[in-house]
Structures are given as C-alpha cells and as structure tokens.
C-alpha cells in the first residue's frame, strides 16, 4: 500500500530521500518521512543509499569545543531574561558621578543600558552543503561551506584527469553575472579547501568543476565542459 503523500516515481523518492538525509526538508516533512520509512522499502533504500554516500562530509568537519557560554546563549533565546544591565550600570555611574557629576553619569546609565538591551546574540554562522556529481548515479565530491571558514570537498570517487588538463572550482550565485573561480582541485588527495572570500557561499549557490588548461582558464569562466555540478543548500538548525 503506497504512502500517502510520499512521491512513488524512483527520480521523486531519490530525491526526497537525499533532502531527507542532508536535513533540508521542514519540519513536518521529516516527520512524515520518518514514519514512511517504515513501510516503504524503496524510500528507506534510497535514503540507507543516500547516508552511504553522504558519510565522507562526517570526515570534513573539524572538532571543535562549543564556547563556555554557549548554554547561556541558548538558554537566554529560549527564555530571555533581563540582562543584568542595572547592576553594571550603577557601578559605572558611581565611578562617573565623581569625575563629571550626575548629569554626565545619567547619560552614560542610558547609553549602557541601551547597548546591553538592543544588541542581540551573535548568530551561529549559516553552513550549506552539496553533492557535485556528473549523473545521479555518480557523486563525486561532498561540499560543506560556510562564510567564515570557506567551501570544503570530500572526494567520493576516484576521478581521472586528462593529461594536461586541470579542475577548476567555480561558484555560481542566484543572480550572479557569471561564475567566479575558487580555486583548483589537486590531483591526489581527498579533502581540499578553498577560500570563498571572492564569492561567499549562499543558498542555491552552484558549485561546478571544469576541465581547463594548465594556469586555468584565461577568460575568466569556463572554457572546458563542466564535469560536476552541486548546489548548495542551507543547513536546517
């Protein structure tokens, strides 16, 4: 008995199960999907598939400590609490009002309890993910980015290079001009890293790699085919 609500052409459940897995689904959807996976076989083997394949990008995060006020941070979104701006503000008006007098010490009360009012908690940074591939069938690399720290592949499969010719990396924005170019994949090796300063990763950014000369393309966009392609998605928190 087919699911309600759940796609049943293969090119629909392969591409549910893969939003499934990256976490790009809302929150509803997931659920729905969680509770297919029970008695949907095919569903369940296209997302078992899709984790296999998507199990090198576990290897590109770095460890890392949360900061020592990240609970409080949290806590405070959750249930925000006022900040304890009247204590600090007194001991700072105490110190102003005996070099300037009351007058300059209000003022600097309201200021201080301004700033520690308005200013909101540091956002975590927003991180995407893709899978650059030539067909469905065929993944090639895994890619994490954020804007701080860049754009990271994983190879999944070995890929030949014609002699003399180099991978270049590009990233393509929704409503860019024309791509940019990253930076080049060596040869050997498994995790590359490139800095995305030129163009910052977004949502539905295109990430493609094409064959070019040595010294990569000399008119700035790609010459050669495009070998893989991805897009990035953002990260559900």
Known sequence: MADPGMPQAPEEIEALAGEYVLGTLDARMAEAVRSALTTNPALRDAVAEWERRLDPLTRLARPAEPPPDAWEAIAARI??????????ASRVAAGWRNLFG???AGAVIAGLGVFLLVRPPAAPPERFVAVMQSDRAAPAFMVEADRGSGIRLAAVNRQEIPEGRVMQLWGLAPGDRGPTSLGFVPRDGSRFHFDASARPPVDGMLVEISLEPPGGSPIGRPTGPVVFIGRLERLSH
């Open 79 to 88: 249930a925000p609490t006022p900040p304890p701006a009247p204590a600090l």
């Open 102 to 104: 009351a007058g300059l």
